[in-house]
Nanobody, 122 residues
């Protein structure tokens, strides 16, 4: 069974940095797109950044220039480097994988991680 396991969240002061990781477990042959979403209290979940298997990236406007998404296809892992963090970045961050294919030939259209809390506060 495939799972997405996130790590790297925590409490950081404004201006600080955090690096989130999300590893997909299981006998995975490929993952088309890997994304990071976030959801702040009382707000809808929003796409923060995404990266295709070929390395094409996209970012939500408020994080451009501060966040960087990357992935290691061999490890089925996606990362989110977050710099110059602001209090408004506080949220639960979720990893999302789209177009998962197993070596067996089956797959999942999409899968979500359990979320990791990021709190930016002095």
């Amino acid at each position: 069974q495939v799972q997405l396991v996130e790590s790297g969240g925590g409490l950081v002061q404004p201006g600080g940095s955090l690096r989130l990781s999300c590893a997909a477990s299981g006998s995975i042959r490929s993952i088309n797109v890997m994304n990071w979403y976030r959801q702040a209290p009382g707000k809808e979940r929003e796409l923060v950044a995404g990266i295709s298997s070929g390395g094409t990236t996209n970012y939500e406007d408020s994080v451009k220039g501060r966040f960087a998404i990357s992935r290691d296809n061999a490890k089925n892992t996606v990362y989110l480097q977050m710099n110059s963090l602001k209090p408004e970045d506080t949220a639960v961050y979720y990893c999302n994988a789209v177009g998962i294919r197993y070596y067996s030939g089956t797959g999942y259209p999409t899968l979500w991680g359990q979320g990791t809390q990021v709190t930016v506060s002095s």
